[in-house]
């Protein structure tokens, strides 16, 4: 499967952005999926995931009530809505696959993944 993150952008705190990842090959459902996200020189962290064959989902407690992971069939792509951002939200996002079990159990571990879209920035503003 192949990822295309989009939908990255500059923003005010308080402000919303929608990502989006855009899978090829294969449908997104048949893999766990997740969002992680970067600041330089830090470790990549989970921020959500979902298991599309439980309906499982799961978030970073720094996101939960925020942020919301969904997904369109008809549009392969997965989504990462969030809403009051604030200044420690900005990173570089990244969309995630994981294979097997995954589809039923969220993944939160960047080794559990398989497959990477290329990242897009989020950058919030005081």
């Known amino acids: 499967v192949q990822l295309q993150a989009s939908g990255g952008g500059l923003v005010q705190a308080g402000g919303s952005l929608r990502l989006s990842c855009v899978t090829s090959g294969r449908t997104f459902s048949s893999y766990g999926m997740g969002w992680f996200r970067q600041t330089p020189g830090k470790v990549r962290e989970f921020v959500a995931g979902s298991a599309w064959g439980s309906g499982m989902t799961s978030y970073a407690d720094s996101v939960k009530g925020r942020f919301t992971i969904s997904g369109d069939n008809a549009k392969n792509t997965v989504y990462l809505q969030m809403n009051s951002l604030n200044v420690e939200d900005t990173a570089v996002y990244y969309c995630?696959?994981?294979?097997?079990?995954?589809?039923?159990?969220?993944?939160?571990?960047?080794?559990?993944?398989?497959?990477w879209g290329q990242g897009t920035l989020v950058t919030v503003s005081s």
């Open positions: 995630a696959a994981a294979s097997g079990s995954a589809r039923y159990w969220v993944r939160t571990l960047q080794s559990d993944y398989d497959y």
